[in-house]
């Protein structure tokens, strides 16, 4: 009798999200009209749909619905040199909202474990992999010490608000960011030495519990990332919203 124990890899492969990565990156410096980006961010809003981010696609599709009407908004008053700075502030954040969606879908979708062991079989160098590692932990354990020390402010008594900030900018710098400085410098000595401790930084080769392998359904995923950037140069080429 097998008594063994399969563990079933996370789908889409970790090196799928990363192709998609690559695509939707690869697009930002093809697409350069705000409808087609528009039409980028309503793709990956209906993928994080897909994978079931509901919360994290209404959040994004709020801010970028409100960026995106004040952009149309300054482009119609044409108020001098607000209307220069401001439309090319928001027009960069446009541009950035599609890809940052795309790694919020790795992230979210992709065990560690899995994402460095399909690394190395694509054969990449341990000293990328190993900063990467570190990283990938740092992001969300620096969000929680955001939290915890706006929390530790605000049991003081200081105004943690976006306009008590800009109101009082040197004392948010004082009483906001240096605490933050200084743990998360401790928190990435701590990541490194926990990466460590599960050797990465050994010559051996790494295993998975899961068995992180590629399927016909990622490779159907793959060739729908082709087939839509295709048909973004294509319509960026005609010029149809000219």
Request: aromatic residues 10%; charged residues 15%; positive net charge.
């Given at each position: ?34 409808i087609e980006l528009l039409l980028l961010f309503l793709l990956m809003a209906i993928l994080m749909l897909f994978h079931g981010m ?72 341990k000293v990328l992999i190993l900063p990467l590692a570190v990283v990938y932990r740092y992001v969300p354990t620096i969000k929680d ?98």
């Open positions: 009798m097998n008594n063994g124990i399969e563990f079933k890899a996370s789908k889409p492969d970790p090196r799928v999200l990363i192709f998609q990565v690559i695509v939707v990156a690869s697009l930002n410096f093809v697409i350069n009209r705000p509901i919360s994290i696609a209404i959040r994004f599709s709020i801010t970028y619905l409100l960026l995106y009407i004040g952009n149309a908004l300054l482009m119609y008053l044409k108020i001098p040199l607000i209307t220069m700075m401001f439309t090319t502030l928001i027009f960069l954040c446009l541009r950035l909202f599609p890809v940052y969606m795309a790694c919020i879908i790795l992230i979210q979708k992709t065990y560690m474990d899995e994402l460095l062991f399909a690394l190395e079989k694509m054969h990449i160098p010490e955001i939290v915890q020390v706006r929390e530790n402010l605000k049991m003081r008594g200081l105004n943690t608000s976006f306009i008590g900030i800009l109101t009082h900018p040197m004392s948010a710098v004082e009483n906001f960011m240096i605490p933050l400085l200084i743990r998360s410098g401790k928190i990435s000595e701590e990541l490194s030495a926990a990466s460590l401790c599960k050797g990465l930084d050994t010559e051996h080769k790494r295993t998975s519990c899961t068995n992180v392998h590629f399927e016909i359904g990622d490779v159907i995923y793959c060739f729908g990332c082709i087939a839509v950037s295709v048909l973004f140069i294509l319509i960026n080429k005609s010029n149809i919203f000219a």
